[in-house]
C-alpha cells in the first residue's frame, strides 16, 4: 500500500458544487501539504499543516479550505467549484526536522465543468 | 523570497546523449535545492538533494546534479539517457533557517529518442 494515499484519483464535478479531496498517511510524519499542479507553472502551495493544531495558507489558498482531522488526515475542500480550479492536487507530508524532503501521494485530478 | 527558474519547459535528447536539465534559484538565505521527477500518472519522486553537504550530488538512476553558489545554479546531468528517463523533473527551493514550504519550478518535460 501506498505511504501516501489520495482520494477519489479521479473526479468531475459541475461549477458551484461543494468538492472534498482526502488524503492519508502511513508514514507517522507531522508536516502535511496540499499542491496544485497546473501545466507549465509547476507545483503551487495551497495549505499546510505542521500539526493537527496548525494550519497555514500557501501562495493560492483563495477558493480552498482544508481541515487536519488527525496527524494521519489533511481534506482540502473546494467550498464551490468552479472551471478555473481544474487541475491535478497533490498531498505530500514531511517529517519534522527533515531538509524539506517531500513525499507525495499519487495525485487527485479534478475537471470543474 | 524564494524562487526557481528552468530554462526550457521541454528538452529532447538522443538515446544514449548527455540529458542537462538547467535550474536556478534564488533565495535570501542558504537553500536546501532538490530534483524531483514525476513519470505519467504518478505522483512526484525525489531524485537527488543537496543539503550544504557537497557541492556534487548523486541521485538514483545515475543522476547527479551540481550546486554553484556563484551562478545560483543546480543543473541536473546524466552521461547516457535511457528511454526510461522520458518524465517531467522539476527543481525545487526551501529555505535552510525553515522548512515551512518547498517552491517548485516551472518543470521541464524530457523526451528521449530511440
Known amino acids: 500500500d501506498a505511504d501516501v494515499t489520495q482520494t477519489p484519483r479521479n473526479r468531475i464535478t459541475k461549477t458551484g458544487k461543494r468538492i472534498m479531496l482526502e488524503c492519508s498517511q502511513t508514514k507517522g510524519h507531522d508536516r502535511m501539504y496540499w499542491y496544485r499542479q497546473d501545466p507549465g507553472l509547476g507545483l503551487r502551495l495551497i495549505y499546510y499543516s505542521f500539526d493537527v493544531k496548525d494550519i497555514n495558507k500557501g501562495e493560492i489558498s483563495d477558493g480552498y479550505s482544508v481541515s487536519r482531522q488527525a496527524q494521519a488526515k489533511f481534506s482540502l475542500s473546494l467550498e464551490s467549484a468552479i472551471p478555473n480550479q481544474t487541475a491535478l492536487y497533490f498531498c505530500a507530508t514531511a517529517g519534522t526536522g527533515a531538509t524539506g524532503e517531500l513525499f507525495f501521494g499519487e495525485g487527485s485530478r479534478l475537471t470543474v465543468l | 523570497a524564494q524562487s526557481v527558474t528552468q530554462l526550457g519547459s521541454h528538452v529532447s535528447v538522443s538515446e544514449g546523449a548527455l540529458v542537462l536539465l538547467r535550474c536556478n534559484y534564488s533565495?535570501?538565505?542558504?537553500?536546501?535545492l532538490f530534483w524531483y521527477v514525476q513519470y505519467p500518472n504518478q505522483g512526484l519522486q525525489l531524485l537527488l538533494k543537496?543539503?550544504?553537504?557537497?557541492?556534487l550530488v548523486k541521485g538514483i538512476n545515475g543522476f547527479e546534479a551540481e550546486f554553484k553558489k556563484s551562478e545560483t545554479s543546480f543543473h541536473l546531468t546524466k552521461p547516457s539517457a535511457h528511454m526510461s528517463d522520458a518524465a517531467e523533473y522539476f527543481c525545487?527551493?526551501?529555505?535552510?533557517?525553515?522548512?515551512?514550504?518547498?517552491?517548485f519550478g516551472p518543470g521541464t518535460s524530457l523526451s528521449v529518442i530511440p
Open positions: 543537496y543539503t550544504s553537504a557537497a557541492t
Open positions: 533565495s535570501s538565505v542558504p537553500p536546501y
Open positions: 525545487a527551493v526551501s529555505r535552510k533557517t525553515s522548512y515551512d514550504k518547498v517552491i
